[in-house]
């Protein structure tokens, strides 16, 4: 059974960074298509970063340039980091399998920016 653990999120100012990580356990990043996805309230859940087998990487219009998705083989963890983050960017964050069929969802990792 996969398992998935978010952590690195918390309260940051408008402007500022954070790293996400996201330890997965039961299966091989490396063997699997990653992606970063967020939650905010009232809205439906996105993809906002996400990773292939070959390490391409892609981003949505909104986070392209800011987000940065990399994953660590021998740690088999997956990583965000964020910069320039805006109040738009408070959610919940998560990680899975990028694409349509996903592994149950791990707690997540709330991320809140605000001054």
């Known amino acids: 059974q996969v398992q998935l653990v978010e952590s690195g999120g918390g309260l940051v100012q408008p402007g500022g960074s954070l790293r996400l990580s996201c330890a997965v356990s039961?299966?091989?990043?490396?063997?699997?298509?990653m992606g970063w996805y967020r939650q905010a309230p009232g809205r439906q859940r996105e993809l906002v970063a996400s990773?292939?087998?070959?390490?391409?990487?892609n981003y949505p219009g909104s986070v392209e340039g800011r987000f940065t998705i990399s994953r660590d083989n021998r740690k088999n963890t997956v990583y965000l980091q964020m910069n320039t983050l805006t109040p738009e960017d408070t959610a919940l964050y998560s990680c899975?399998?990028?694409?349509?069929?996903?592994?149950?969802w791990g707690q997540g990792t709330q991320v809140t920016v605000s001054s």
């Open positions: 899975n399998r990028a694409g349509d069929h996903h592994w149950s």
């Open positions: 039961g299966t091989a990043v490396r063997f699997n298509a």
């Open positions: 990773i292939t087998v070959a390490a391409s990487t």
